[in-house]
């Protein structure tokens, strides 16, 4: 279905609106950033905004989305490099701690997203992202003898916990570099322990 020129402008004005806001929750965070600010920094009119979202809580759950798919997918192309399954899972673990580290997704999707969207939520929104690439990641590994056959799905959900787990400890470390080094090792002995005879 072609999209009409209103539909054109109106995507324009929601992708100006997340851009504006997304670069002001990263540096300053949500609740330091007003929606006159934002719509200034985006350009448009405060109808717009209201217009395109619901509200602040609106806007903000649509810049952790975005950055969650954003994830997603940077975490599937570095796992799309490994050698086996396993290394895919050992990749994709690192480079989401490395992700999670970066300041705009630590103060966006870390240390925000929890108490603004809520802890429920939050976690929805990460499983929507995370669980289908863990879990054909895991499937392959069980596929190719690599990991001990069992229940993929909440073998899944354990070790998006863990992820998540380790990704708010890094933020709150006082030496974030040592502590993710250490959640990477750590999540490299459970996979270990997943392997068969283990």
Do not use: N
């Amino acid at each position: 279905m072609a999209r009409t020129k209103h539909d054109l402008r109106s995507a324009a004005t929601r992708r100006q609106l997340t851009t504006a806001a997304r670069k002001l929750f990263g540096s300053r965070g949500y609740a330091a950033v007003g929606t006159e600010e934002i719509v200034r920094a985006a350009g448009v009119t405060r109808g717009a905004l209201y217009h395109q979202f619901r509200d602040k809580t609106d806007l903000f759950a649509a810049v952790a989305e975005e950055i969650e798919a954003e994830i997603a997918q940077r975490v599937a192309a570095a796992a799309g490099q490994a050698a086996d399954p396993v290394a895919a899972l050992r990749a994709g673990a690192r480079l989401f701690l490395d992700v999670c580290a970066e300041p705009e997704v630590e103060r966006i999707i870390l240390l925000d997203a929890p108490a603004v969207l809520g802890w429920e939520t939050w976690r929805d929104l990460a499983a929507r992202y995370g669980l289908g690439l863990v879990q054909l990641a895991l499937q392959a590994a069980i596929d190719a003898g690599a990991i001990a056959p069992q229940p993929v799905e909440p073998l899944a959900h354990v070790l998006i916990g863990a992820l998540d787990e380790c990704a708010l400890h890094v933020a709150r470390a006082g030496d974030p570099a040592t502590a993710r080094a250490e959640c990477a090792a750590i999540f490299d002995q459970i996979l270990h322990g997943l392997a068969p005879g283990s």
